[in-house]
């Protein structure tokens, strides 16, 4: 018996009533519980097919030679006084809104923990976990997990068995990390159609692995895959921050050879600062320079009207980016996610539990994703949030110095073919103090934008400096909420990303 499988044989030795398992792979789940039944009989219902042999999956019908209904079927089992059965509902979620299945669910439970001799545990199978107010004192929530990387090696190695193929060992290791997160069937499937794609599985493969990846992306609805051109070198400074993650990077080009060595994967990082001063931009440059997949995760999306649903739709987020991992996971503007965390109220209590979801799954972590949190306002954040152990580090940037405007300009310039030796970027900086890395864009954006309505060939300096007069900065604009800003950040231990 396997740990997981020894886990739920806890749960129903304990008494545990209603076991829901959040789940599409049934056939890995009805394999769990066969190491765990034993002498125990199985009684299954499929919402399809109604009561159906555990077995062989055959229709059992009723009296009138019909299928049974969910009601009839969960009815056969509140009139016996002595019995030890298990009984596995499958995708009946849709049916938890309904009265009468929750009376009848509910009565199975009570007499499962009081009545002696009456031992009938419950498995609700579904791909959705839906928790309904009445049932949720009886409810326990099983993960079925997900195969660990040693497992997956046992995976690829019984598949190249099977086909009579070899996989060289230090190319099963990296397939290894790329499958993780990949239930046992989709690993198989994904084999299967790599095999069959060139009768043989080699390094080109991983990028099949990347595509199906993306599938699973697509087909949830709760991250956004982001397509990105940007790179360090588009960033005008951030100095400490950009070698920060090019050593970073280092250790995610030889993971595997980190992790044997005895390296943790990198966790994430938290970069706090000023309104578009190259947080969005350091992200997107992030994933571009670990070269990975970029997610980009709302929080809102996740918000759900069932008891249980905002929690369950967080952890199937997760799940999915650790599928997808090695990976960027972006969450922009986080103080708005996890706003109002510890504060009284219903919606409050889903943003706390939220909250307290992600911190464990930071904390406890060891897949490869690598998340970046971006915040314009670090004082609505909890402490906790900001506590050792949660971000490999936290990295405050700040309006753009004069050496940092001077590369903004010039990257503006460059990346839009208008750049020449005449322009006088020491005026330039003069007039630009206290202006952020998006205020410049919009600078070099207008000013060009204006040359050609006037059939201007160069771009001036002049040009320029008319553009930066018309343009408010945004340390003017939002002065009070950066001066909230600097307050926070003096009580905070947080290294500046910039050098000077």
Not at 162 to 176: F, G, K, V, Y
Not at 287 to 309: I, Q, S, T
Not at 406 to 420: A, M, T
Not at 435 to 454: M, Q
Request: charged share 25%.
């Amino acid at each position: 018996m396997d740990n997981y499988a020894s886990k739920l044989s806890l749960y129903v030795e304990a008494l545990r009533p209603i076991i829901y398992v959040p789940t599409f792979d049934f056939y890995a789940f009805d394999n769990e519980l066969k190491q765990i039944s034993d002498k125990v009989k199985i009684h299954e219902y499929n919402d399809g097919l109604g009561y159906v042999n555990f077995k062989n999956k055959q229709p059992i019908l009723n009296t009138s030679l019909n299928a049974y209904e969910l009601d009839e079927f969960l009815s056969l089992f509140i009139a016996i006084d002595e019995t030890n059965a298990f009984l596995v509902l499958k995708d009946i979620h849709y049916h938890l809104d309904n009265p009468k299945i929750l009376s009848l669910l509910k009565t199975i439970a009570l007499k499962n923990i009081h009545e002696e001799g009456y031992y009938i545990t419950i498995f609700i199978v579904a791909t959705k976990l839906v928790i309904p107010v009445e049932l949720e004192k009886l409810i326990t929530v099983y993960d079925n997990p997900l195969p660990s990387k040693e497992k997956i090696v046992q995976i690829i190695n019984g598949f190249a068995q099977d086909m009579n193929i070899l996989i060289e060992s230090s190319l099963t290791d990296e397939l290894s990390l790329s499958l993780k997160g990949f239930s046992e069937f989709e690993i198989i499937q994904i084999l299967n159609l790599t095999y069959q794609n060139s009768g043989e599985i080699n390094q080109k493969d991983t990028q099949i692995i990347l595509e199906e990846k993306e599938q699973i992306i697509k087909k949830s609805g709760m991250l956004e895959i982001l397509s990105f051109n940007e790179t360090t070198n588009d960033i005008g400074g951030l100095e400490n921050l950009k070698k920060w993650l090019e050593n970073k990077a280092k250790i995610f080009s030889r993971l595997d050879e980190a992790i044997k060595y005895g390296v943790e994967p990198p966790k994430g990082i938290m970069i706090v600062g000023m309104p578009g001063c190259g947080k969005s931009l350091t992200a997107k440059a992030t994933a571009n320079l670990f070269n990975m997949p970029l997610l980009r995760l709302d929080v809102g999306k996740l918000l759900g009207k069932y008891v249980g649903e905002s929690e369950d739709n967080m952890r199937r987020a997760i799940e999915i980016a650790e599928a997808i991992s090695p990976c960027v996971l972006w969450i922009d503007e986080i103080e708005k996610a996890f706003s109002g965390v510890g504060d009284a109220g219903g919606g409050h209590e889903v943003t706390t539990r939220l909250f307290g979801y992600f911190l464990t799954w930071m904390q406890e972590k060891t897949s490869s994703v690598f998340v970046v949190a971006t915040s314009n306002d670090i004082s609505k954040l909890p402490p906790e949030f900001l506590r050792k152990g949660r971000f490999d580090e936290i990295f405050f940037v700040d309006l753009p110095n004069n050496e940092e405007r001077r590369k903004i300009i010039e990257i503006h310039l460059i990346k839009r073919n208008k750049w020449n030796k005449d322009i006088d970027t020491i005026k330039l900086l003069q007039a630009t103090t206290g202006y952020s890395g998006a205020d410049l864009e919009a600078v070099i954006k207008d000013t060009i934008e204006n040359a050609f309505i006037s059939n201007k060939n160069i771009i001036t300096t002049e040009d320029i400096l008319d553009e930066i007069k018309d343009t408010k900065p945004m340390s003017v604009a939002l002065k009070d909420r950066i001066d909230l800003l600097s307050e926070a950040l003096k009580k905070l231990d947080v290294k500046k990303a910039s050098t000077l």
